[in-house]
């Protein structure tokens, strides 16, 4: 038998808006962009809920109800509900519509969707009670298992998971991680104890999320029985197969016209049509399976382009220097206790940013290229950098208004 776990990223960033040289000093808003949804992020919201959240979240609600047997997971960001919040509460009303289902989990990971495990662990555990909190407050749920930005992953990051009182923890089912290993079984982390890695099956979820609509591809079209046939004959070899995707996959990255809202409509019942098949939360599976084997990441990997590392987001100078310069503040900023600007440093830590600084081509390119709002890597660089340097303007200030006699320029020292 199959246990099918699903499980859908729901994140949007804080866009910096063009935010020039000459704005450094004048302006503190970064993230206001202008009325003809240039970088505005309410902007881009709205036409993401419509493309994708609220059919969607319809769709599945449907779903739910038809079937008491479908279950669902997600991992909102914290970025992602302040905006559900502030400009489309609507679809924040549509989120609680599933999870008040009971056949919908909630997950938990950093609030601002950032890369804070890898800089600085204090910031990295800040975040992941704050974005613990806002699910509270918004959902009455306290989650049982984690997920890191982009599956972000290696022994460490477990052992920290582990410590802090989770139960299980999502993974990119890389193949260089795997060896000879199914992606199809619960493990543990090395060196683990009570917490269960549940890995993602990368080419199941990639034929829906990356593959639907690519007439290059040789199995296109994908129909609802061709994919049932595939996750069918694995029901010999397979415990748990983990469908894990971005949930703009439907409507946004796979447009409506392309038949993904069919596909959606039809899965769960061409799924169930075998017996063997059944549906499962991150958190089930975690109490119900006992792990297989045990998993040895000690490098950093993530789910991210045809490497699964880190290069998506840290390999390039640009990208090294803007991460280096913002989580060198960390000291400085928090010690201003103005929650606007450590909320501010924070939305500028969002893992997207540097995402936008990608300079890698080839098979990844065109990816990079239709996620980046700017121009050009240099021009999300440049844009990035300045608002950089506007928030050492404000900290500097900050503490110079509480010191004025100490002479000294509260950013550059704690640097």
């Known amino acids: 038998m199959s246990a099918i776990c699903f499980y859908f990223q ?16 004048n302006d503190q808003n970064y993230f206001n962009g202008d009325e003809n949804g240039n970088l505005n992020n309410e902007w881009v919201l709205n036409k993401v ?11 599945i609600l449907k ?6 047997e479908f279950k669902v997971s997600y991992s909102i960001s914290g970025v992602a509900l302040e905006q559900f919040e502030e400009f489309a509460p609507e679809v924040l009303k549509s989120f609680q519509d599933l999870v008040a289902t009971g056949q919908v989990e909630l997950l938990n990971e950093t609030y601002y969707h950032s890369l804070s495990y890898i800089f600085s662990e204090k910031e990295f555990e800040r975040q992941v009670q704050k974005h613990k909190d806002i699910i509270k407050r918004l959902f009455n749920i306290e989650p ?4 890191n930005t982009e599956l972000i992953y290696n022994n460490d990051l477990a052992q920290k998971i582990e410590e802090m009182g989770y139960k299980g923890i999502l993974a990119e089912g890389a193949d260089h991680i795997l060896g000879w290993r199914s992606p199809d079984f619960v493990y543990k982390p090395k060196g683990g104890k009570n917490l269960a890695l549940l890995l993602k099956n990368y080419k199941l979820s990639d034929d829906i999320a990356f593959r639907f ?4 591809w040789g199995e296109h079209p994908l129909t609802v029985s061709k994919f049932g046939q595939w996750v069918g004959a694995k029901n010999d070899s397979a415990e748990i197969i983990n469908l ?3 949930y703009e996959t439907f409507g946004e990255h796979q447009w ?4 993904i809202f069919e596909f959606l409509e039809q899965l769960p019942a061409e799924l169930l049509k075998n017996p063997h098949n059944y549906f499962i939360t991150p958190s089930e599976a975690a109490a119900r399976f006992e792990p297989t084997d045990e998993i040895d990441a000690p490098e950093f990997y993530s789910w991210a382009d045809i490497e699964r590392d880190l290069s998506a987001w840290l390999s390039n100078p640009l990208q090294h220097d803007s991460a280096k310069k913002i989580y060198e503040l960390e000291h400085a900023v928090l010690e201003t206790e103005d929650e606007d ?4 440093w924070r939305k500028l830590q969002t893992s997207d940013h540097f995402y936008y600084m990608c300079t890698k081509w080839f098979a990844d390119g065109d990816v990079h290229k239709y996620f980046n709002p700017y121009e050009t890597p240099y021009d999300a660089f440049i844009t990035y950098m300045n608002a950089v340097q506007d928030l050492k303007l404000r900290i500097n200030n900050h503490h110079n208004k509480k010191s004025p006699l100490a002479g000294v320029n509260a950013v550059d020292a704690a640097l």
């Open 244 to 246: 894990f995707m971005d």
């Open 341 to 344: 600007l450590i909320h501010d």
């Open 49 to 59: 809920a419509n493309k994708c959240y609220l059919p969607t979240n319809k769709a």
């Open 256 to 259: 409506e016209d392309t038949g």
């Open 213 to 216: 609509s690519s007439k290059e």
């Open 144 to 147: 049982k298992v984690f997920r």
């Open 10 to 25: 729901v994140h949007q960033p804080y866009r910096v808006k063009k935010y020039r040289f000459f704005d450094v000093g």
């Open 63 to 68: 779903l739910l109800k038809k079937h008491p």
